[in-house]
């Protein structure tokens, strides 16, 4: 743990070349991630324009909105955090920043999957209430968590060789964050289940999904998506159980792999995707002729 300034606990000399070199990589690393995403925001520019400027005030488009700047801010936010000339105010900022936009992250492209579901199920009552309440579980519980976690840790700015470094009064428990990536995972797991159970049905019928443009893209999308989340949580998990050395590649790796800008890059071009296949089935219509597709509703 760094030396705090509210603490005089002398710092181990071995261990501050370490801390230099772990926060020098974390700072890479991030910029990295930031540069990836306003190239990712310039190259895709266009699309966002044609499909959402046009209705800014869109719930859709708001969500977009959400999803796609909320993971570059988090990537932003981390990044300052690395500064090796921290205070105490850019360290909370930092932090409280980072956790917020991941949940909003998470939060804006899980409520996309359920309207996906939804419109596949024609809005059910019943259905629909079941799975919101289930939504709004999820979006308390790890509000609830985000909060706890940064309390509980005590955020500090820690000192060593004239540098001052964001670091942490105490570490929270791995438990809290396995609970953390726990509830979207298991969230998802049952919107990509009842996805997958009625996409069976339209397989069935209509022998594949080549003349479903739109029902192949919200089933291959919701995959993708699924797949990410899975690695983010993964990688996540492997970084709050294992002991792993600082000076350790394989530190970069993980960090990597758990950013949620990788999900907000998704989330933001499935959300494209179905814009595109909607397009696709005004303009060029479908082969599918069973009623079952012209009940799909989308709230």
């Given amino acids: 743990m760094l030396l705090s300034r509210s603490s005089t606990e002398p710092i181990d000399p071995e261990l501050i070349p370490y801390l230099i070199s772990d926060y020098r990589q974390e700072l890479y690393y991030e910029l990295a991630i930031v540069a990836a995403l306003v190239y990712n925001i310039i190259i895709t520019m266009d699309k966002e324009v044609k499909y959402f400027w046009s209705t800014p005030g869109a719930f859709v488009s708001l969500i977009y909105f959400l999803n796609r700047y909320a993971g570059f801010f988090s990537a932003l936010a981390t990044a300052l955090g690395s500064s090796f000339h921290a205070t105490e105010r850019l360290c909370n900022f930092s932090t409280w ?104 049905g339209f397989w069935r019928s209509s022998a594949g999904f080549g003349g479903i443009n739109l029902v192949k893209v919200l089933i291959e999308d919701q995959a993708i998506y699924f797949i990410s989340v899975m690695l983010c949580s993964a990688a996540k998990l492997t970084g709050y159980w294992a002991d792993i050395p600082l000076d350790s590649n394989v530190r970069i790796f993980l960090a990597l792999l758990s950013s949620t800008a990788l999900v907000s890059v998704i989330g933001s071009r499935l959300m494209v995707h179905l814009k595109e296949a909607a397009a696709i089935g005004v303009n060029e219509g479908t082969s599918y002729r069973m009623k079952t597709l012209s009940h799909m509703e989308f709230a």
């Avoid at 799975?131 to 820690?158: H, P």
């Avoid at 998802?188 to 996805?195: C, G, K, Q, V, Y």
């Fill in 97 to 200: 920043s980072e956790y917020l936009a991941d949940w909003v992250t998470i939060l804006s492209m899980d409520y996309i999957l359920l309207m996906r579901v939804l419109a596949l199920y024609s809005q059910a009552r019943k259905f629909a209430i079941c799975l919101n309440t289930l939504f709004f579980i999820e979006a308390a519980f790890t509000l609830g968590n985000d909060i706890y976690s940064v309390i509980y840790e005590q955020v500090e700015v820690g000192e060593a060789l004239g540098f001052a470094f964001c670091g942490l009064g105490q570490v929270a428990p791995p438990v809290f964050g396995t609970l953390y990536w726990s509830a979207p995972l298991l969230f998802e797991l049952t919107l990509m289940s009842l996805a997958l159970y009625k996409a069976a």
